[in-house]
């Protein structure tokens, strides 16, 4: 019986950051395939990862990942997975202008928060050099000034909105959906 596979795409967050949390990503293509994942393949060092897996291991599959990670390399690791179909939605989703796009930080969320969290997050961020939209499970973030100069603080909008999140820029997302796009599943 021929097993169904989907295209999935894992951020991890915090990882190979000013020699804090140091993961290899070779060492890390070796431990995913050995729980099942398969044509791993991960895009420059901070934790993009790419795969294939059978249907049957997606229930908690973001907790395996979060679990093989902490045995093997000895620290916790929040894990966000999202499908093919997801994360391409995600990058066509951003409702800045094109120009504002290629500056953005997308912030991918584990899920879509809830609304009301929603009003009240958006409610308190008001800062005139600072543009911020909710669009489902990503928060898109313009800042004028640049991300580096950005008063966003990624801890207190996952304890606001009550989910995990991880962020990416244009550039990394781009290459990402490019990476994705190319990628087969064995139907």
Same mark, same amino acid.
């Given at each position: 019986?021929?097993? =169904?596979?989907? &295209?999935?795409?894992?951020?991890?967050?915090?990882i190979?950051v000013g020699?804090?949390?140091k993961?290899?990503?070779? *060492?890390?293509?070796?431990?995913?395939?050995? &729980?099942?994942?398969?044509?791993?393949?991960?895009?420059?060092?901070?934790? @993009?990862?790419l795969?294939q897996?059978e249907?049957d291991?997606?229930p @908690?599959?973001?907790?395996?990942?979060?679990?093989? &990670?902490?045995q093997?390399?000895g +620290?916790? $690791?929040?894990?966000?997975?999202?499908?093919?179909f %997801? +994360?391409?939605?995600? +990058?066509?989703? /951003?409702?800045?202008?094109?120009?504002?796009?290629e #500056?953005?930080?997308?912030?991918?969320?584990?899920?879509?928060?809830d *609304?009301?969290? $929603?009003?009240?997050?958006?409610? *308190?961020?008001?800062?005139?050099?600072? %543009?911020?939209?909710?669009?489902?499970? /990503?928060?898109?973030?313009?800042? %004028?000034?640049?991300?580096?100069?950005?008063?966003? @603080?990624?801890? %207190?909008?996952?304890? =606001?909105?009550g989910? =995990?999140?991880?962020?990416? @820029?244009?550039?990394?997302?781009? #290459?990402? $959906?490019?990476? $994705?796009?190319?990628?087969?599943?064995?139907?």
């Open positions: 019986m021929n097993k =169904k596979e989907q &295209i999935m795409i894992a951020l991890l967050r915090g190979n020699g804090h949390k993961m290899p990503m070779a *060492a890390l293509k070796v431990l995913l395939s050995g &729980i099942g994942l398969s044509g791993v393949v991960t895009y420059i060092q901070s934790g @993009n990862v795969f897996v249907d291991l997606m @908690n599959l973001d907790r395996l990942i979060e679990d093989s &990670i902490r093997h390399f +620290f916790d $690791v929040p894990v966000i997975l999202k499908t093919k %997801e +994360f391409e939605s995600i +990058f066509k989703a /951003c409702p800045f202008s094109e120009e504002k796009k #500056k953005c930080l997308f912030v991918v969320c584990s899920k879509e928060p *609304a009301e969290k $929603v009003k009240h997050f958006m409610e *308190a961020q008001s800062n005139a050099t600072e %543009e911020l939209a909710i669009v489902r499970d /990503c928060l898109y973030l313009y800042a %004028e000034k640049g991300i580096g100069k950005m008063k966003f @603080n990624m801890n %207190e909008m996952e304890k =606001k909105l989910v =995990k999140a991880t962020s990416r @820029n244009y550039k990394t997302m781009r #290459k990402l $959906v490019s990476l $994705v796009s190319i990628t087969q599943t064995n139907d």
